[in-house]
């Protein structure tokens, strides 16, 4: 890979975002909006019920806008160039795919990094809820694994994008909330029927999250969880590599890649 390269996709990144009333909207407001609605209602709860009851809905908000900012970035990167017929133009230069792919998953991870500090200050400063209570290895444990999961989900989108194109492409924003609740990001699992618990640990950020509520009233790292969290992110990040090359390949083929912008 050529970072030169990374930075030209990088650099389009930014000035999209910066031109795009679509992109401001959909990341930084609504990441805004949420924490601020949020908040008040765990403000509301934390007086109805115990602190950190009321309080799973705020940290679960603020955790879950990781894996949501860092998959919408990846997925709905692509969709602009196709949007703009600037597709197949992209790939006439000398940038292979994973130069590509790769240059999307950095933008999200910076755009991620800006909105999580924007909604934690708000959440600290307006709420009186500090994100650093969860202890800053849990924190980094935390984010790391929420965003490979993000990366994969968003993988796996931008590669049936390329094969189905544009008809499919609400997927790219909207997919990704089903497994909000399957992840038991606002509540904890056992709230789940029994069926869908085994559901939930099958997910990483199910135990992220569970964790995080854990870590509301003790700062110590679960082990247990952090390790199953980054051994199926391991297991799921190679599967979307290995289903979005596929996809990639027969878009390729069937002509579909170069349809997309038709």
């Not at 930075?7 to 949420?34: G, H, K, P």
């Not at 029994?194 to 509301?216: D, H, K, N, S």
């Amino acid at each position: 890979m050529r970072s030169e390269r990374i930075y030209a996709i990088l650099l389009q990144e930014l000035f999209i975002t910066r031109r795009s009333l679509e992109v401001i909207v959909d990341l930084f407001f609504m990441s805004l909006m949420t924490v601020i609605v949020f908040g008040f209602v765990s403000r509301f709860l934390v007086g109805a019920l115990n602190a950190n009851t009321g309080l799973y809905l705020l940290l679960g908000m603020v955790l879950w806008e990781i894996v949501r900012v860092n998959q919408y970035s990846l997925s709905v990167g692509s969709l602009w160039n196709i949007w703009s017929r600037n597709l197949s133009n992209m790939f006439i230069a000398p940038l292979s795919v994973t130069e590509y792919v790769a240059a999307h998953m950095l933008s999200g991870l910076i755009k991620t990094v800006f909105t999580f500090g924007m909604i934690c200050a708000i959440a600290a400063y307006g709420f009186h809820f500090n994100i650093l209570r969860l202890g800053l290895l849990n924190l980094v444990l935390f984010f790391a694994n929420l965003t490979v999961f993000a990366w994969a989900v968003g993988l796996v989108l931008l590669g049936v994008i390329f094969l189905a194109g544009t008809r499919i492409q609400a997927l790219a924003w909207g997919l990704i909330f089903l497994f909000q609740p399957l992840t038991a990001a606002f509540f904890p699992v056992s709230v789940l029927p029994p069926a869908l618990r085994q559901i939930a640990y099958a997910l990483p950020p199910t135990f992220v999250f569970e964790a995080a509520r854990q870590a509301l009233s003790r700062a110590a790292v679960n082990w247990p969880y952090a390790a199953a969290a980054s051994a199926e992110n391991v297991a799921y990040f190679g599967a979307a590599v290995v289903a979005f090359n596929l996809m990639f390949a027969r878009s390729r083929k069937t002509g579909q890649f170069a349809r997309n912008e038709g």
